[in-house]
């Protein structure tokens, strides 16, 4: 089920960059040809990129390929590793956890404004953010659990 949700994340993120590089090379092309470029191109361009990296923030959180302090790997293992590298999870998971709520509440304040290029509801956009919140928590709670399981920072 995990590697699913993974496959699902990852492909909207690829997706979401396609359709990103799409849209810049339409915008460009259409100022140099046509001396004319819509006005929604930054900003679905912007909005899009703000998707993609949101959507993969979960997934780099599993394979701890997303920006840390990798100081914490090069501990000695043993007792004091293992509570580092469970504390850097469980922070994470907290920050993660806080993040989700206030985006989400963020999100849904500003429903009723819309985006100037696209005139759609600037919510739409802006619920890239809790998604990849909420992604961010749920593989860091599993992270959590693990270290906790498995006892990671004691090998």
Known sequence: MLGYIKKVLLSL????????????????????????????????????????????AGILITTNEHMRLSIVDKLPKGKLSYIVVFYRHLVTTAIASFMTYASYHYAVSIANFTTIGLGISKSIPLYALPIGFFFITFYSAIKTVNVVTNKEGLR
């Open 13 to 56: 993120s690829t997706l979401c960059l396609f359709v990103n590089v799409v849209v810049l090379l339409g915008g460009v092309l259409s100022r140099y040809i046509f001396n004319s470029s819509p006005i929604w191109v930054d900003e679905a361009a912007r909005y899009l990129l703000i998707g993609s990296v949101m959507l993969m």
